[in-house]
Nanobody, 116 residues
Framework: QVQLVESGGGLVQPGGSLRLSCAASGFTFNTFFMWWYRQAPGKERELVASISNTGSNTNYADSVKGRFTISRDNAKNTVYLQMNSLKPEDTAVYYC?????????WGQGTQVTVSS
């Protein structure tokens, strides 16, 4: 079955960096677009970034453009989110996501806390 497992979250000071990973299994990874979402306490889940199946096309939320980079390694069935210049407002649980037809797949999430 489809599994998405995020890792790499943690506590970081403002201005710092983290790299999140999402290891995928149970489907043909290189044929699927992938997304990163995040959800802060008391807020709706929001789209952060997306990447096409080949990695040639990426898109970002305005709030992270220029600071975050989404990438993928199809040989490792893994999608990444490099987060630089982190701000306290980036604090959230980060999820990777994909879908097949009407079926959505979410990882369990990884907590990112930006605080001094």
């Amino acid at each position: 079955q489809v599994q998405l497992v995020e890792s790499g979250g943690g506590l970081v000071q403002p201005g710092g960096s983290l790299r999140l990973s999402c290891a995928a299994s149970g489907f043909t990874f290189n044929t699927f677009f992938m997304w990163w979402y995040r959800q802060a306490p008391g807020k709706e889940r929001e789209l952060v970034a997306s990447i096409s199946n080949t990695g040639s096309n990426t898109n970002y939320a305005d709030s992270v453009k220029g600071r975050f980079t989404i990438s993928r390694d199809n040989a490792k069935n893994t999608v990444y989110l490099q987060m630089n210049s982190l701000k306290p407002e980036d604090t959230a649980v980060y999820y990777c996501y994909t879908f097949q037809g009407l079926q959505s797949y979410w990882g369990q999430g990884t907590q990112v806390t930006v605080s001094s």
